[in-house]
Structure formats: C-alpha cells, structure tokens
C-alpha cells in the first residue's frame, strides 16, 4: 500500500514539475539565458548532466569553465543557477552586507543542522553571529591549547604504534577523530576520547550523511522528495541523523549535569569575565540571552551540530591534505622542520605555546597554499535577494549563485603555474598584488568562517607534530576528489611515515 502511495507521489510530483517547467517563461530565467551555458533540455534543463559519479562532479564544473568562461548558467529543471569562477563576479556578493542569504543548497542542510550559523539567515543570523563572536576571542582561543597538545599526543602515538612501517594508509579517518575530540571538548567542554575508545560511528554519520546530502545538491532527481523516500538512501539518512543528533543531545545533557552541579545558572553581565570562561561557547548557549530570552533548546541542538560539524570536518580535510602535499614535497617538509628547530632552539620534544603558534610564518604559508589546492570548503552558495550587478554581470533576484572557490583557486589567470604546490606564493610581493578575493579558503565578508583562528591554531600544532615526529613519505596513490559538503577523496588519502632520527 504504502509503495502504491509512493508511486502516486511520484506521478503526483512529475505533473508539478511539468507545470513548474511550463511556467518557465520568467524574467530571472530569460536573463540568465544570456550568459553563456550547456543547452537546456526541455523539462530538465541541464539537471541530466548531474546524474555523475561523485568523482565527476568536479571535474564537470571544471568543464563548464573551460567551455563558457568565469560566469556559467545552468538550470535545474526550471530553477536557474549562475557558476562563478573569478573574484571580479565573487567580491561583490560575498562583501555584501546584504548578500547573506545562502542558496538552495543549504535546505537539504535543515533536517540535521536546522536553522545554525552555517543556514540561518536575516535577524536571526545577525543576532546569533554578534552573541557567538566573543566565544572565538583569542582569549579564550589560548585555552584550547592544552586540549590541542593533549589530543595531538594520542594521535602521535596512536601513529609511532600502528602506521610508523612504510605502509601506506588513509590518513583522513584517523585525523577526523582527532579533530572530533578537538571540537568536542574545546568548545563543548565534554571529553569523549573517541580517538583511544571506539571507531565513533559519529564520524562514520557524518560520512555518510555527508555523501547523501551531497548527491541530493547535485542531482535534482534524488533531491525531489518522493523520488528521494523511494531510493535505499532513504534509511541510512534518517540513521545518520538520528545518531548525530542523539550525540549531540548527549554533548548538551553532560554539559547542564555539570552546570547544575556547580550551581551556576547564568553567566555573568560584563563580557571580559564571560571571555575568560573556559567553555565560553557552550555555556553562553546554555545559560545567556538573546533579546531578553533564553535560547531554546531545539536552537541550542541547532548550533551544537553546526560547530560540531563545521569545526571538525573542515580542519579534518584542511589537515590531510597539508600533510598528503608535505608528502609530495620532501624539500618543503625538510622547511617546515628547519622552522620549527629554529622555534624550539633544536628542543623538538619541546610542546608549543602560544606565542610560538605566531612564529610558525612557513608553516602557514604551506597551510594557505594546500587549502588554495584543496580547500575544505569547495563550493558555497548564495540566494541573490535582490537584482544585482556583478562586474557588468547582471543577476535577476531569486537566482542562485554558486562560487567555484576550487577551480577559483586554481585559475590560471590568478596563479602562476596554479597546480604547482609553492608556500613562497603566499610571502612575495604577487601576493600582496593579488586580489585579495583570490584566496577565499575561509571566505570572507560578514559570513566569513567564524572559528578561522581556531582552525589555524589546531592546523598548526597537527601538522608541526607530525613533521616532527615522522618522515612523511608519498604514495602513488592520487586522491579521488569529491565535494561531499567538505573536500573528501573516494579513495582515501594515502601517505606512509617513517620515524624521525631526533
Ligand atoms: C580549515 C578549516 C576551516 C575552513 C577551510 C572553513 C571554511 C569556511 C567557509 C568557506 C565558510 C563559509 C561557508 C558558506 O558561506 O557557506 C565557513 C563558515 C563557517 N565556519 Fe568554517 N571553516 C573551517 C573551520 C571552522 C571551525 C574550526 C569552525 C568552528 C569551530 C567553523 C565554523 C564555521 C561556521 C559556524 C560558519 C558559518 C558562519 C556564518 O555564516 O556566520 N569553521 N567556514
């Protein structure tokens, strides 16, 4: 019965979507039929060409570039969307003070991460973005230290003990639990130590919620709702959602329990002393007010699973995929070494602090040119809420926008020889020449990454932890890259590690 109901659905569906399609004669559509594009099919538009393996989604937007230039339209079905791949078309949305409404995309984000920072938008997002700032203050950064430098030494051994053998192996699951405890009990304040515990089926949801979400961005056969309840992704959705949010409930109910017990039932008026607040963001969630009401708790869940998955996922990538370029480049791994020896005065068993964070200038540069190549964050998208110019480029209100920061990033009009890893690009004068929208690896404008110094600092004590520890050796293994929400390979990313002579 119920299949014969799904089946009714689905023609139920196809007649709204002829109609919708019949209706195609709008404005907005007519004028993005302007710029350059594939042709669209009656019906579908172009929706047919993002019915591709994983893999091929990128190097498909890689081929619109190429055919029709930096401003591309396509259509899905009878909704028009506009690719971006220059900072002159990008600048303009993503400085806007206006600008902020994301695109599309995001509403397959709603069942997991609800209205968050990542989604929200208008007065709530304003109001939500001012209230969370004080929470990545550096302040409070410098106390996330310890628990980085704690966390840095399971993986280290966890590594010296089962990968130190010249074999290569996927790094990228192993640096998720890391950075996984990272998050969780830096701004959460709740230690679950998945990295010596278990295989966090946490991590494996997110995987997995992650390609669902990704596959029904890009093929709008499986983004129709009737047509999605039918496939067998159906299940493994709702559990993968099911267990992110019951961890999530989990990471909220240990953190009141601890509240309760040590009596606090607000924070502090004056600011300066909430900074100096250890777990400054889950507690200001908890227990302050926004317009002179507390959060509710379907908010507070709400962004919980933003920053859990934000402020893990990207370092993650970012991470792995420093160390796969350091792996490639021995000449640039031997700098990063010589670097630190300089830090710590030839002492590599020396742990960091805080000012020596500031020192590690190559490090960084290596940092922003792997995130360049491989930026965590390979596509975002925006809502245009308003008729638009962009350099000359006119944009109908209700388009989707969607900027291309990885070819972005790779083009050769802003980057010399762009698929060549070279730090030095980022510490000589075409730097500063560069557009400064040229680099967008955490955005920019008001929807900019908000925990930017956060992912920096934890980048940096990983990665200098590693060089000092090991050798990191390359594979012939390429990754398979794929845009799942984050910048993932299908086939792992590979390295092998052999240890340090100290
Ligand atoms: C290498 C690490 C990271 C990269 C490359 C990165 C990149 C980005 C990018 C490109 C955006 C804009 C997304 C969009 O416009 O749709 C963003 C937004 C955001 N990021 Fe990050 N991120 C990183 C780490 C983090 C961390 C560690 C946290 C939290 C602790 C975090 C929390 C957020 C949040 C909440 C937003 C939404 C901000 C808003 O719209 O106001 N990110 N990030």
């Known amino acids: 019965l119920s299949t014969g109901f799904e089946i009714c659905n689905v023609f139920h569906y196809s007649i709204i979507l002829i109609i919708k399609n019949i209706y195609f004669i709008e404005p907005r559509l007519l004028l993005t039929l302007k710029y350059k594009g594939p042709t669209p099919l009656p019906l579908v538009g172009n929706g047919h060409l993002f019915v591709t393996r994983r893999t091929q989604f990128l190097p498909l937007l890689n081929g619109f570039q190429r055919d029709y230039g930096d401003a591309v339209r396509v259509h899905l079905f009878h909704n028009p969307y506009v690719l971006l791949y220059h900072p002159k078309y990008i600048e303009p949305i993503i400085s806007s003070t206006e600008l902020i409404t994301k695109g599309k995309s995001y509403t397959f984000l709603h069942d997991w991460l609800g209205f968050g920072l990542l989604t929200s938008t208008g007065h709530k997002w304003r109001a939500h973005r ?51 405890d990272n998050i969780t009990e830096s701004i959460m304040g709740v230690s679950f130590n998945t990295q010596e515990n278990c295989h966090s089926n946490y991590v494996k949801s997110i995987e997995t919620l992650s390609q669902i979400i990704s596959l029904k961005m890009r093929n709008p056969f499986v983004a129709e709702e009737a047509f999605f309840r039918l496939t067998p992704y159906k299940k493994s959705y709702d559990d993968a959602i099911k267990i992110l949010h019951g961890h999530t409930k989990k990471v909220l109910a240990i953190r009141k329990e601890e ?15 909430g900074i100096r607040n250890k777990h400054a963001f889950i507690d200001l969630l908890l227990l302050s007010k926004i317009d002179g009401k ?67 200038k190559y490090l960084e540069t290596v940092i922003k040119e792997s995130l360049r190549l491989y930026p965590s964050v390979p596509l975002i998208e925006r809502m245009i809420t308003k008729d638009s110019e962009l350099a000359g480029l006119k944009i109908k209100k209700n388009t989707s926008v969607i900027m291309d920061i990885f070819h972005m990033q790779r083009h050769p009009d802003l980057y010399d020889n762009p698929l060549e890893f070279r730090p030095e690009r980022f510490d000589s004068p075409a730097n500063a020449a560069r557009n400064p929208f040229a680099w967008l690896a955490f955005s920019a404008g008001p929807r900019n990454c908000i925990g930017q110094k956060f992912a920096m600092m934890e980048m940096k004590v990983v990665i200098a932890a590693v060089i000092k520890s090991f050798k990191i050796l390359p594979t012939d293994v390429e990754p398979a890259l794929c845009s799942d929400l984050i910048l993932r390979s299908k086939n792992g990313v590979k390295i092998k590690l052999i240890p340090r002579i100290k």
Do not use: W
Request: charged share 30%; aromatic share 12%.
């Open 130 to 180: 001012k209230f969370l700032t004080p929470a990545f203050h550096f302040n409070i950064l410098q106390n996330f230290l310890p628990v980085f430098i704690k966390n840095e030494k399971i993986l280290i051994n966890k590594l010296r003990n089962s990968y130190c053998n010249e074999k290569s192996f996927d790094l990228f699951p192993i640096i998720a639990l890391t950075a996984l």
């Open 259 to 273: 509240l309760k017990q040590a009596n606090i039932e607000s924070l502090p008026e004056n600011t300066e002393i």
């Open 294 to 360: 507390r959060i509710d708790e379907e908010a507070v869940r709400e962004e919980v699973d933003t920053f859990m998955f934000e402020g893990h996922d990207t370092t993650t990538s970012g991470i792995t995929f420093a160390l796969f370029c350091l792996s490639k480049y021995q000449d640039i791994q031997e700098k990063v070494l010589q670097e630190q020896r300089e830090i710590y005065d030839d002492d590599l068993s020396k742990d960091p602090i805080y000012s020596d964070l500031q020192k590690m």
